[in-house]
């Protein structure tokens, strides 16, 4: 079975530009949750999608945003890039999303630069 | 609120020796407990969780973690290290019962298992 796979893998965008990366799932896994990784921070929590709708968020500013389509495919949005936002992006997949047992399988991440 | 801490930076190990990265974890009622590994330029790999049971979980490649509810603790352990474990390792926790799947993940430890 196909992992986790996210597109594109590496991405450089300037100040003030907008961004969209793309994730699509484990076949058969429902929700889809987003981590932000820098090396100051590590991994922060974004947010996390189940059947199309956004279950959880994280402390990040509204310029992140999300969504997910009915096939569980993944997209989330940077609006206004800042310098700040330069990481490693990393989409997580998990079965069923509704018992908190389930284990996450991460992709391989998007790595933005901005310049 | 919820939190991991993996007190140690690196941990040096010479090929052969046991090897021990470190996890405390702070959160309200009872935890899962899961281990990560991510090589350079990749996404994380799942390595064990801990959901219930047996205090001694058992993972991939030879990896096992020890739950300690006294010591709030989850230590990762492999009894004999192999340069290819060289890598970043990350202890994530989960509330019991929390909506979701979402993660808080420690800062990391960088494993340098030498020849």
């Known amino acids: 079975k196909a992992g986790v796979t996210q597109t594109p893998r590496y991405l450089i965008k300037t100040r003030g530009q907008q961004v969209t990366l793309s994730c699509s799932p484990i076949s058969g896994h429902r929700s889809v949750s987003w981590y932000q990784q820098t090396p100051g921070q590590g991994l922060q929590f974004l947010f996390e999608y189940f059947s199309e709708t956004q279950r959880n968020k994280g402390n990040f500013p509204g310029r992140f945003s999300g969504r997910q389509f009915s096939n569980s495919r993944s997209e989330m949005n940077v609006s206004t890039l800042e310098l700040g936002d330069s990481a490693l992006y990393l989409c997580a997949s998990s079965l069923a999303g509704q018992s908190s047992t389930d284990t996450q399988y991460f992709g391989p991440g998007t790595r933005l630069t901005v310049l | 609120a919820q939190s991991v801490a993996q007190p140690e930076d690196q941990v040096n190990v010479a090929e052969g020796n046991p090897l021990t990265v470190k996890c405390t974890y702070s959160v309200s009622g009872n935890p899962y407990l899961f281990w990560y590994v991510q090589y350079p330029n990749r996404g994380l790999q799942f390595l064990l969780k801990y959901i219930t049971g047996d205090n001694l979980v058992k993972g991939s490649y030879g990896f096992e973690a020890e739950f300690n509810k006294s010591q709030t603790s989850f230590h990762l352990k492999k009894p004999s290290a192999l340069v290819s474990d060289s890598a970043l390792y990350f202890c994530?926790?989960?509330?019991?019962?929390?909506?979701?799947?979402?993660?808080?993940f420690g800062k990391g430890t960088t494993l340098s298992v030498s020849s």
């Open positions: 994530a926790v989960r509330r019991m019962n929390q909506a979701g799947t979402a993660l808080i």
